[in-house]
């Protein structure tokens, strides 16, 4: 069938006008957001929210592998108070120790990404810390509607091997404020060369002065990379001594639904050191179990206490 120039040209113009309205219409339409996916199960007073792992190279972004599992309180219902606080009040909010770690070698299996494509255990030698975390009866951060206190927990062998990885545990200090999210944000970078490989924590609200709460478990069992990240600290060869250390590195200060950082006047407060003791084949610190139990048990998968 032929057509005139007069006849094509309208066709042209019909066209162009088409895909101009597509595109109008395309501009202007919502963005869907995200839904929240929330645990049934999940409590209010104890909230473990995001984990990230990363491989060795600095390079690679954090890979999401948790999300917040308790719903947020609504902006209506708190009376916001400030993100920023008075330098007196910027202290310490929890005293530290360390109830269970252990780090040795664990089988693990490979596993595969949405795309089927292979991934490799992070470490072939993980680690599994949790600490025994207690309130301080101070005036940390009154000023704030909550806060959460981040650390960095280094591994280090004999051999030179280092292992990094990143904790927070924040509560709230004004009693009515029950949102996780912006106690979440953190702005944790290694002290060293050495990258932070996990990064967790948890919020738990209405701890009161004086009480104390498990932290963790901080462990990069169960993380995977797309490529061989290595034998933690066997990486130069099998180590004869391990030393644990905790550093306060800073504050996320929440006021509404708003959270800012506060570093650490002190950078590298040392909160916790201590050298980890030869068992079975790896090292552990051993601050809870009895000798019988910690002779039966998985050192990777503690009993619940």
Request: charged share 15%; hydrophobic share 35%.
């Amino acid at each position: 069938m032929l057509m005139n120039k007069k006849g094509l040209a309208v066709t042209f113009v019909l066209a162009f006008s088409l895909i101009a309205i597509f595109s109008v219409i395309m501009r202007v339409q919502p963005q869907q957001t995200p839904k929240l996916e929330l645990n049934p199960e999940a409590t209010p007073s104890a909230t473990p929210v995001a984990t990230h792992t990363s491989s060795e190279n600095l390079t690679e972004p954090h890979t999401l592998l948790a999300s917040v599992t308790a719903a947020p309180t609504t902006a209506a219902h708190v009376t916001a108070k400030n993100t920023t606080v008075p330098t007196e009040e910027i202290m310490p909010v929890f005293k530290v120790s360390v109830c269970y770690a252990y780090v040795g070698p664990k089988e693990n299996k490979n596993a595969y990404n949405d795309f089927e494509d292979p991934m490799v255990p992070v470490s072939y030698y993980p680690f599994m810390i949790y600490l025994n975390m207690t309130r301080l009866p101070n005036r940390a951060f009154a000023s704030a509607d909550g806060v959460s206190e981040q650390y960095q927990i280094q591994l280090r062998s004999d051999t030179g091997a280092v292992q990094n990885c990143g904790y927070f545990k924040g509560t709230n200090i004004n009693p009515d404020f029950k949102d996780p999210l912006p106690l979440t944000g953190h702005r944790l970078a290694s002290l060293d060369e050495h990258p932070i490989v996990v990064f967790t924590g948890e919020i738990r609200f209405d701890i009161e002065p004086n009480q104390s709460v498990r932290g963790g478990p901080i462990s990069d069992l169960g993380s995977y990379s797309s490529r061989e990240t290595g034998s933690g600290l066997w990486a130069f060869g099998t180590p004869t001594a391990v030393t644990l250390t905790i550093y306060r590195m800073g504050w996320t200060i929440a006021g509404g639904n708003f959270g800012s950082y506060q570093e650490n006047p002190d950078k590298l407060e040392k909160i916790v050191e201590l050298k980890l003791t030869p068992f079975k084949d790896g090292f552990v610190c051993n601050n809870y179990f009895s000798e019988s139990q910690l002779a039966k048990m998985d050192l990777f998968s503690v009993p619940s206490w």
